[in-house]
């Protein structure tokens, strides 16, 4: 969504330029919190909403809008985050973060009207990728918080105490507890260009129906996760091991008929994209490990899909 004016559709004065130039560091920062762009965006609409509730003689006494704008919307993810457990023990499935593109094909004529304004993008790095969210999301919101605002955005712990309602050394603690999480879940970084590779050759082998290509690409103890919300098909539950994956992917070969499997890089690694008609239905994820994938995750909501749906991607 573009702001193009302040209150009273008035043009933005200066400072309130300088105000809006915070966006996009606000979405950056409420997506890695949250997982989700559109909860991500609807953070930064409140946090616009408080400053702009303020009067000019309350803005003008912040010393910087900008990190007023960050703790405001830092707190905000934090609330939802406390509450985000509650509203998942109602969804129907497994939930998997929202997928992103890359930032050049993002979509901007959606069929909804809506043009995507490029503060709105997520800068995609090692702090984006799925393996990392999903990893974020067994956190507490307390631990998410710190470890994003001290390890990715540098907040010192002074600042994440204020935020989060602990004390620094307390905070410190939060962040350790969720290095630990991070460095036992993730796998060692495997170069792009390999990844890219193996992500290949599993396409291939998956429209070859070659069963035996497919278990020898996965991992003995790998995982496939599938998110459709109930809102379209996909399994409810995870399917474990390479050789029960790889058989549930050759089961779907029938509906793969009028597919198209394109690759794509998703959230910044390579992934995959299924394709009907032109329109994006499914976004594949996944993290190698080595020579085999040990992850894959695929997301078939249709309102996670919002910034791959609107027409033919080549």
């Given at each position: 969504?573009?702001?193009?004016?302040?209150?009273?559709?008035?043009?933005?004065?200066?400072?309130?330029?300088?105000?809006?130039?915070?966006?996009?560091?606000?979405?950056?920062?409420?997506?890695?919190?949250?997982?989700?762009?559109?909860?991500?965006?609807?953070?930064?609409?409140?946090?616009?909403?408080?400053?702009?509730?303020?009067?000019?003689?309350?803005?003008?006494?912040?010393?910087?809008?900008?990190?007023?704008?960050?703790?405001?919307?830092?707190?905000?993810?934090?609330n939802l985050?406390?509450?985000?457990?509650?509203?998942?023990?109602s969804y129907?499935?497994?939930?998997?973060?929202?997928?992103?593109?890359?930032?050049?094909?993002?979509?901007?004529?959606?069929?909804?009207?809506?043009?995507?304004?490029?503060?709105?993008?997520?800068?995609?790095?090692?702090?984006?990728?799925?393996?990392?969210?999903?990893?974020?999301?067994?956190?507490?919101?307390?631990?998410?918080?710190?470890?994003?605002?001290?390890?990715?955005?540098?907040?010192?712990?002074?600042?994440?105490?204020?935020?989060?309602?602990?004390?620094?050394?307390?905070c410190r603690?939060?962040?350790?507890?969720?290095?630990?999480?991070?460095?036992?879940?993730?796998?060692?970084?495997?170069?792009?260009?390999?990844?890219?590779?193996?992500?290949?050759?599993?396409?291939?082998?998956?429209?070859?129906?070659?069963?035996?290509?497919?278990?020898?690409?996965?991992?003995?103890?790998?995982?496939?996760?599938?998110?459709?919300?109930?809102?379209?098909?996909?399994?409810?539950?995870?399917?474990?091991?390479?050789?029960?994956?790889?058989?549930?992917?050759?089961?779907?070969?029938?509906?793969?008929?009028?597919?198209?499997?394109?690759?794509?890089?998703?959230?910044?690694?390579?992934?995959?994209?299924?394709?009907?008609?032109?329109?994006?239905?499914?976004?594949?994820?996944?993290?190698?490990?080595?020579?085999?994938?040990?992850?894959?995750?695929?997301?078939?909501?249709?309102?996670?899909?919002?910034?791959?749906?609107?027409?033919?991607?080549?």
């Amino acid at each position: 969504m573009t702001i193009q004016s302040g209150p009273g559709g008035g043009p933005l004065d200066p400072s309130l330029t300088v105000i809006m130039s915070e966006r996009r560091q606000l979405i950056n920062l409420a997506y890695r919190l949250l997982g989700s762009l559109a909860d991500a965006e609807d953070v930064v609409q409140e946090t616009y909403a408080r400053w702009y509730a303020m009067s000019r003689e309350q803005q003008d006494a912040i010393a910087s809008p900008g990190a007023w704008l960050s703790k405001v919307a830092s707190r905000v993810c934090l609330n939802l985050l406390s509450s985000a457990r509650a509203r998942r023990e109602s969804y129907v499935g497994e939930w998997v973060p929202e997928p992103l593109p890359e930032p050049r094909e993002w979509i901007t004529g959606r069929p909804d009207g809506i043009t995507v304004d490029p503060a709105d993008r997520v800068t995609l790095d090692e702090s984006v990728n799925m393996a990392f969210l999903v990893v974020l999301e067994s956190m507490t919101p307390a631990e998410r918080v710190a470890f994003i605002l001290h390890d990715v955005f540098r907040y010192p712990f002074a600042e994440v105490a204020e935020i989060v309602g602990r004390t620094p050394a307390a905070c410190r603690q939060l962040a350790s507890s969720a290095r630990r999480r991070i460095g036992a879940a993730q796998a060692p970084a495997t170069p792009a260009i390999h990844q890219a590779r193996i992500v290949r050759d599993f396409k291939q082998a998956w429209e070859a129906k070659d069963i035996n290509a497919l278990i020898g690409l996965l991992d003995p103890d790998a995982t496939a996760i599938a998110d459709g919300g109930g809102l379209v098909g996909a399994t409810l539950r995870p399917v474990e091991g390479g050789e029960q994956i790889a058989r549930s992917l050759v089961h779907l070969e029938g509906r793969l008929r009028t597919l198209t499997i394109l690759e794509r890089m998703v959230n910044g690694q390579p992934g995959l994209i299924a394709q009907q008609d032109g329109v994006t239905v499914s976004v594949y994820a996944f993290e190698v490990a080595g020579d085999r994938i040990k992850h894959i995750w695929a997301v078939r909501n249709p309102d996670k899909l919002r910034l791959w749906t609107a027409g033919p991607q080549r």
